[in-house]
């Protein structure tokens, strides 16, 4: 299993950013998907996650920091994760990771619990300037 994050960078508050997440040696659509985030001296906080589809849905996850601003999206043709955040605000700075965890069907295994996941990507630094 291999998760490539991408899509990090330095912005002002109020500006957007689109991190990707490219996934590889496993079966993607059999699973779900997360972002956390993690600053210096912090636990990895969750952020959102999507679940593996029911027919062509699925279904999203959000921290109450960031629902409304932030939307998570997956490609399975693509095997990549999306996270699109909006209205980004100084305590948006963080490491984010992405995350997969085999998911049984679309209702099971949705977690926010970092240590319940098993694959990692290598984290992209996303820096919001007030």
């Known amino acids: 299993v291999q998760l490539q994050a991408s899509g990090g960078g330095l912005v002002q508050a109020g500006d957007s950013l689109r991190l990707s997440c490219a996934a590889s040696?496993?079966?993607?659509?059999?699973?779900?998907l997360a972002w956390f985030r993690q600053t210096p001296g912090k636990e990895r906080e969750f952020v959102a996650l999507i679940s593996r589809r029911r027919g062509t849905t699925s279904y999203a996850y959000y921290a109450d920091s960031v629902k409304g601003r932030f939307t998570i999206s997956r490609d399975n043709t693509e095997k990549t994760v999306y996270l699109q955040m909006n209205s980004l605000k100084s305590e948006d700075t963080a490491v984010y990771y992405c995350?997969?965890?085999?998911?049984?069907?679309?209702?099971?295994?949705?977690?926010?619990?970092?240590?319940?996941?098993?694959?990692w990507g290598q984290g992209t630094q996303v820096t919001v300037s007030s």
């Open positions: 995350a997969a965890r085999y998911s049984r069907h679309y209702d099971a295994d949705n977690t926010e619990v970092a240590s319940e996941y098993s694959s």
């Open positions: 040696g496993f079966n993607f659509n059999n699973y779900a």
